[in-house]
T-cell receptor, first 112, second 113 residues
Framework: DAKTTQPPSMDCAEGRAANLPCNHSTISGNEYVYWYRQIHSQGPQYIIHGLKNNETNEMASLIITEDRKSSTLILPHATLRDTAVYYCIVRSRNQAGTALIFGKGTTLSVSS | GAVVSQHPSRVICKSGTSVKIECRSLDFQATTMFWYRQFPKQSLMLMATSNEGSKATYEQGVEKDKFLINHASLTLSTLTVTSAHPEDSSFYIC?????????FGQGTRLTVV
């Protein structure tokens, strides 16, 4: 799987958009970008995934650059409950039945 | 989305005893489940892959005789920490895939005293 790079931490004011970047410059054509988050003392929660088109669901939006070498997870109106560690993971669909390998992620702190 | 349920959410046991943790996929079948361990302020570390009807596959450095895995059905995998010691205290998390998305249990906080 391609390696990802994320900033270790970010701050966001409550009610503002949180934009979390992820670099995956070695991504290959059949690899998807997945985002998960882990709130303290809970298991990781699936947020969203995409291949090359931008994706949006009830939780977030995923913007993938045209060259697919980076992506941004957008939480449009961050709340205090969005404080968590956010993980960007790249994996091919062929490996969808294999374990996810977690990096260190980005710790997002949302404050009032 | 799909639900993976893990039980118990926290357990305290005495040193030398064994503890069983259950992981269930509630609305899908999973021939493969995964077990992770997470120490404070660290990321999740994959321990083993649980295969329905066959032996589990363990990551390097994980003792298979200490962490017994049973995957007896398509919806249930169990992790038994045998002869637990204080250094086994950790947050244990299971995962199962409803392809193409992996879902995770709530985690089990194990404290060995």
């Amino acid at each position: 799987d391609a390696k990802t790079t994320q900033p270790p931490s970010m701050d966001c004011a409550e009610g503002r958009a949180a934009n979390l970047p992820c670099n995956h410059s070695t991504i290959s054509g059949n690899e998807y970008v997945y985002w998960y988050r882990q709130i303290h003392s809970q298991g990781p929660q699936y947020i969203i995934h995409g291949l090359k088109n931008n994706e949006t669901n009830e939780m977030a939006s995923l913007i993938i650059t045209e060259d697919r070498k980076s992506s941004t997870l957008i939480l449009p109106h961050a709340t205090l409950r969005d404080t968590a560690v956010y993980y960007c993971i790249v994996r091919s669909r062929n490996q969808a039945g294999t374990a996810l390998i977690f990096g260190k992620g980005t710790t997002l702190s949302v404050s009032s | 989305g799909a639900v993976v349920s893990q039980h118990p959410s926290r357990v305290i046991c005495k040193s030398g005893t064994s503890v069983k943790i259950e992981c269930r996929s509630l609305d899908f079948q999973a021939t493969t489940m995964f077990w992770y361990r997470q120490f404070p302020k660290q990321s999740l570390m994959l321990m083993a892959t649980s295969n329905e009807g066959s032996k589990a596959t363990y990551e390097q450095g994980v003792e298979k005789d200490k962490f017994l895995i049973n995957h007896a059905s398509l919806t249930l995998s169990t992790l038994t920490v045998t002869s637990a010691h204080p250094e086994d205290s950790s947050f244990y998390i299971c995962s199962a895939s409803d392809v193409p998305v992996a879902f995770f249990g709530q985690g089990t906080r194990l404290t060995v005293v």
